[in-house]
């Protein structure tokens, strides 16, 4: 949860500052039902519950994640909601900085590794990307790249918010199964 003035450049180089504290440990619970595996996790922190899950599919390509921000303060509360996402993967749309505003669906298409990654989101998000690097100068090594689900929240006193989103992985529809 970071300040509605927070910029792309600024979360890319590590220039921020978060509202809420969300370090620390979460309640957490595992339940199981047919056909999937679903972790919650609980937190209060300063006015703010925080309810995350991740439900994977038995089939393990997919997790559906559902987050729900419910102020139990007496004050309203604005914010950026910021879902980070590092994958290691060479995409030549996102491996540089760049943001998309209005986002439902998005995808991360590495040829060489042959494999998709998709995410549906249930509100249009501003998606931020850039390449993850470790090193300097001529030793910068590419590690992956980070994908942020952006969305700016406004939450009144004692009033909740709810986004829920899906990530696909897959071999790329077209590509014979099997061959690299």
Do not use: C
Request: aromatic share 10%.
């Amino acid at each position: 949860l970071f300040a509605p003035s927070t910029t792309l450049r600024d979360f890319s180089k590590g220039r921020i500052r978060e509202l809420v504290d969300l370090s620390g440990v979460y309640e957490t619970q595992v339940r199981e039902g047919k056909g999937f595996v679903q972790a919650v996790l609980t937190k209060n922190a300063q006015g703010l519950q925080i309810l995350k899950t991740a439900a994977l599919s038995s089939r393990g390509r997919r997790v559906i994640f559902t987050h729900r921000l419910a102020n139990s303060s007496g004050r309203p509360m604005k914010f950026l909601f910021v879902s980070e996402m590092v994958f290691n993967l060479k995409d030549a749309h996102v491996n540089r900085l760049g943001e998309a505003p209005g986002v439902r669906r998005f995808a991360v298409l590495d040829p060489a590794a042959r494999l998709q990654v998709s995410l549906a989101f249930g509100r249009p998000a501003r998606l931020w990307h850039f390449p993850l690097e470790a090193g300097s100068g001529a030793r910068l090594v590419y590690q992956g790249v980070k994908l942020a689900g952006v969305w700016p929240v406004a939450l009144p006193a004692r009033g909740s918010w709810q986004l829920e989103w899906e990530l696909k992985v897959e071999e790329p529809g077209g590509w014979p199964r099997g061959k690299k």
